[in-house]
C-alpha cells in the first residue's frame, strides 16, 4: 500500500470519524498507519497533530449544538497538557534530527501500554447514568489529568484522548459528556502541538493535506452519530478499536508494516460502517 491521495483522504475520514465517536483525536489510527506505511515515528506524530487539532475543532462544534460540551473542564485539562506536550515536541525534533535509532521501537511500546492500560479501564468500569449528580471536579485535580495526557499526545500523536476519557469516566463523568470534553481538550492542546511542530518543519505537508479533506468530513459526520448513539453500543466500538490499535502495533513489532497498515484502515473501515449503521438503524425495541 503506498500513501496515495485517495488512501490518506480515507485515512482522515476513518481517524475523523473515530476521533468525534471516543474523543481520542485519531491518532490512534493515523499514527501506526502513516508509520507503517515507511514514516519515521517522528515523522508520522508530528503529521497526525494537524489532523487532530481539526478533528477537535469539527467534534467541538457539533457537541456544543448538542450541549454535551464542559467547557471548563476542557479548558483547565489543556493547561496541564500544553507544557507537557511542548517539552515532547523537542524531544521528538531531536530524536528526528540526530536520526536515533530505538526511540521507534521504544514509542511503539509506550503505545501499546497506553492503550492496554485504557482497554483495562474503560472494560472495569461501568457507564455512568447521565442523569446522575456529579461533584464538580477540583481545578488542580483536574489540570494534573491533563498532565499524562500531553506526555502521551506529545510522544505519541495521539491527541490524549486515551488518558483523558477514562479518567473521567473514573471521575464520574457520562461516557457522552467524556468524549465530547475530551474533544474540546484535544483543540486545544493539538493546536499548539502542530504549531510546535510545524516551527520544527517536522510535518510534511504533501501528505497532512490530503488527509485533513477526508478528516473534516468524518470528525462532522461522527460527532452526530455520537450523539444519537446509545452509550452502551459506543463503549462495545470503542473496545473494539482498542484491539484493533493493540493487534497493529504487534504486528509492526514483528517486522509486519504492510499488514498492519491494512489492519488499521481495514478495522477503522468496518467501525465506521458499524457505528453509522447502529446510529441510522437502531434495533427495535419490543413490548
Known sequence: M??????????????????????????IVATPFLHALGLPMP???????????????????????????DARMGVL??????PVAEACARFMSWASRENIGWVDAFLRIVFFVIVLGSLRIVTRHRD?????????????????????AGLFA????????????????????PLKRAVSTSSF???????YTAG???????????????????????SLIGAQVMHRMDPA?????????????????????????????LLLLSGSMILVVMAYSRALFPNPTHP
Request: proline share 6%; with cysteine.
Open 2 to 27: 503506498e500513501l496515495t491521495p485517495w488512501t490518506l483522504i480515507l485515512l482522515g475520514f476513518c481517524s475523523g470519524t473515530m476521533a468525534a465517536l471516543f474523543g481520542v483525536g485519531g491518532g
Open 43 to 69: 515523522i508520522a506524530v508530528a503529521c497526525s497533530a494537524p489532523m487532530i487539532a481539526v478533528n477537535g475543532a469539527a467534534a467541538s462544534i457539533i457537541n456544543r449544538k448538542n450541549r454535551l460540551l
Open 77 to 82: 485539562l489543556a493547561l496541564g497538557m500544553i
Open 128 to 148: 455512568p447514568d447521565e442523569t446522575e449528580e456529579r461533584t464538580p471536579w477540583p481545578i488542580w485535580k483536574v489540570v494534573l489529568t491533563g498532565t499524562p
Open 154 to 173: 506529545g510522544l505519541l500523536g495521539l491527541g490524549g484522548g486515551r488518558i483523558l476519557v477514562p479518567a473521567q469516566l473514573m471521575g464520574g463523568v
Open 185 to 191: 481538550v484535544i483543540l486545544i492542546s493539538s493546536t
Open 196 to 218: 510546535s511542530y510545524i516551527s520544527k518543519k517536522l510535518v510534511e505537508f504533501s501528505v497532512v493535506q490530503w488527509v485533513l479533506i477526508g478528516a473534516v468530513a468524518g
Open 233 to 261: 453500543k459506543l463503549k462495545k466500538l470503542y473496545l473494539g478499536l482498542t484491539y484493533v490499535a493493540l493487534l497493529s502495533v504487534v504486528l509492526k513489532q514483528f517486522g509486519l508494516p504492510q499488514p498492519a497498515a
